[in-house]
């Protein structure tokens, strides 16, 4: 992808900045306190392949359950979702699960749910207890099958035990325990990083490279069942988007998602991961954007050019076969549920909402087929299946439009068209409940891409989240905003309503824009830039405005932790995404794909960490004693980039820190008399 040249002096080393430089004291400072190396085991000792496999490669034929992978209900203190897959292209003959609150064991075999025959997917249907999903990826042909059981009835604050077989001949089983959220106003800790990818071959279950794995990947799975501060697991984790980037390798993307699946699986068959759709979740296929397989004249290899270039619906196929997440009960205009896209639950006193913000950006989809050289051919896969030059998939407004509302820049749902946006009526009503709710005292949003960003490498802010979703922020108080798609790490100061008239420059102009030209970047406006005192830690009150933290330093291979700086005054800058940037040219002159188009001032940026790009952040959860005083405290652990990782071995190894890089507490009462 072409990113912008946006002037300004972007990236500087050594300029003193009002916002907080993190990393390397808090790196050292881990050095000097012995910080625990964890050695990764090395089960393959063979060379590492070259790079990203070019033909598809076969998957197992065995049937030996793996990928265990946990999920909320609706209800995360009664309700969990059990999820597991088939290695590869076989189903399993007689798939089943047993649970119960103690041990599986000959004399306590548990309740038994027998699961049905699998079913293609299709988002038009209700799914049962226990569901059977098998899906065909476009672009490769091959088929994989997922497993779900809705665990409801539970009892809250309590382990257990559950345990998977594929009902072979010779049956195989996988199988460990979890625990259900407590209930009422309790204690309890949640986990949260973006952009995970897959480790390198050596850590991989396929023994493959894939075009973003990294062995950081492996560590922060690692990470989450060992926090630094050595207090335990997390209840939970939110995975905030751009699970795997298995879209990136058309010829192989079920053999990506199977090495993610497993690597979490280390994790998440033991705590709920909960999953935020990112850009690279949308895979070019050969469906209509709905999902439904294309019937243009020429067979599998016409359908792209005659735009169905899908991966089953909005091109999230894999996503919404492999996750079977809490039900918003929302019908699209197209007749798809969209159960999974966009989501709420509430552990103790916190409302958590996950957000699928390709629906709102302007910034365009990660699928995309765009090569500068005239006349390229095709990307054409092994079954035949190709996509013409110029191609990108772009989702915006795919639950219904929005439109401008000029009194404040924003942007609502567009009742006139009669399909408005759906997933914004929803957070609306959603918020609106969780504020009104007196068993909700904060609420936590996380979705993929940035609001707010100053990384100049990365993608930048996008002015689609400013105008549809921050109004709603606002309005409803939400306490934090949690992102990826920036590989890196970045703090906002609490931001609350927005700096009025044109605070950007237009750098790098999309059709119709003009280089020099002001444009309103509706920028946030800074609420407080001093923390309060909690009981000896800086505290950030989050009634005066909503924290953004980005924190998308999973693991991938593309590190974006280079930071905008204002040449002039040595300030903080960012870009900023005001129009969809477009992909230019024409076949026989070949296609561009423009980047961020403008820049801004960006007082919001509080901290950054030009060290270290990966990390991941641990948040403690107090209820207090009454309502309205509950407090989280978050650490954020960054992460070394894993040495060797560029080198052909990809051995990777890093030190995980035993000491936070930043520590706050965010609370809506902190700092009150
Ligand atoms: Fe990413
Ligand atoms: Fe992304």
Not at 94 to 122: E, Y
Not at 211 to 219: K, L, V
Request: hydrophobic share 35%; charged share 15%; aromatic share 10%.
């Amino acid at each position: 992808m072409s990113e912008s040249s946006t002037g300004g002096s972007y990236g500087k080393a050594g300029f003193t900045r009002r916002r907080f430089i993190i990393g390397t004291a808090g790196v050292s400072a881990v050095a000097a306190l012995g910080g625990t190396v964890v050695r990764a085991p090395r089960a393959v000792a063979s060379g590492a392949p070259s790079g990203p496999p070019t033909t598809t490669l076969p998957l197992p034929t065995t049937t030996k359950p793996e990928q265990l992978l946990l999920t909320w209900g609706g209800d995360p203190a009664t309700e969990v979702t059990v999820s597991w897959s088939a290695p590869g292209t076989v189903a399993q003959p007689a798939p089943t699960l047993a649970f119960s609150a103690q041990p599986i064991t000959a004399h306590n075999p548990g309740r038994l749910v027998k699961m049905p025959d699998p079913k293609p997917l299709d988002v038009t249907q209700r799914y049962g207890e226990a569901a059977s999903v098998s899906f065909t990826d476009g672009l490769n042909g091959q088929t994989t099958y997922f497993y779900h059981v809705q665990l409801k009835g539970l009892k809250p604050g309590t382990r257990y035990y559950y345990q998977v077989t594929d009902g072979a001949s010779e049956p195989s089983t996988a199988g460990s325990s979890f625990e259900t959220a407590p209930s009422g106003r309790a204690k309890f800790r949640f986990s949260s990083y973006g952009d995970l990818a897959t480790p390198s071959w050596d850590l991989n279950t396929s023994g493959n490279i894939w075009h973003e794995s990294c062995d950081n990947s492996w560590y922060a799975v690692t990470a989450i069942e060992n926090p630094g501060d050595g207090k335990g697991a997390p209840l939970f984790h939110l995975l905030n988007g751009d699970l795997c980037y298995a879209n990136l390798d058309v010829d192989n993307a079920p053999g990506v998602w199977r090495d993610f699946g497993n690597n979490v699986a280390r994790s998440a068959a033991n705590r709920p991961w909960m999953p935020a759709l990112g850009n690279h979740e949308c895979e070019f296929g050969t469906d209509t954007i709905s999902g439904h397989p294309g019937k243009a004249a020429g067979g599998i290899a016409a359908q792209g050019a005659a735009g169905n270039y899908w991966n089953g619906p909005y091109g999230f196929g894999h996503y919404l076969s492999r996750f079977l997440l809490p039900d918003n009960g929302v019908t699209n205009w197209d007749g798809n549920r969209l159960r999974g896209n966009f989501y709420a639950f509430q552990v103790g006193t916190v409302t958590f909402i996950s957000l699928d913000a390709d629906d709102v950006i302007y910034q365009d989809g990660a699928a995309n087929y765009v090569i500068d050289t005239a006349n390229t051919p095709p990307e054409t896969t092994t079954t035949g299946a190709s996509i013409p030059n110029g191609t990108t998939t772009y989702t915006r407004f795919y639950t219904g439009g929005l439109k401008p509302d000029a009194k404040n820049n924003s942007l609502v749902p567009d009742y006139a068209s009669g399909q408005p946006n759906l997933q914004t009526i929803w957070l609306e009503r959603t918020l609106a409940r969780a504020r009104r709710d007196p068993s909700v005292d904060m609420i936590v949003v996380f979705m993929h891409q940035c609001a707010m960003s100053t990384s100049v490498p990365g993608n930048g802010s996008d002015l689609g989240i400013r105008q549809a979703w921050l109004p709603l922020f606002d309005k409803y108080e939400v306490d934090l905003v949690l992102s990826g798609h920036e590989h890196d790490y970045e703090r906002t100061y609490p931001v609350r309503g927005y700096d009025t008239g044109a605070h950007g420059t237009v750098a790098a102009p999309n059709p119709g824009q003009t280089k020099g030209a002001a444009v309103d970047t509706r920028r946030p406006s800074v609420a407080a830039t001093e923390p309060h005192d909690f009981n000896g830690t800086p505290a950030w009150n989050t009634a005066e405005g909503t924290v953004y933290l980005v924190l998308g330093g999973g693991g991938t291979n593309g590190p974006t932790n280079t930071y905008g700086t204002d040449a002039a005054d040595d300030k903080p800058q960012a870009k900023v995404i005001t129009t969809r940037n477009a992909v230019v040219g024409s076949e026989a002159a070949g296609f561009v794909k423009n980047g961020a188009d403008s820049i801004e001032d960006a007082p919001w940026s509080a901290a950054i960490n030009p060290t270290d790009a990966y990390g991941y952040s641990i948040f403690d959860v107090d209820p207090g004693r009454h309502r309205g005083e509950t407090t989280i405290t978050f650490q954020y652990f960054a992460i070394p980039a894993v040495t060797n990782e560029a080198g052909s071995a990809h051995d990777g190894t890093t030190t995980l820190p035993t000491q936070p890089t930043e520590k706050f507490v965010f609370g809506r009462r902190v700092g009150r008399r």
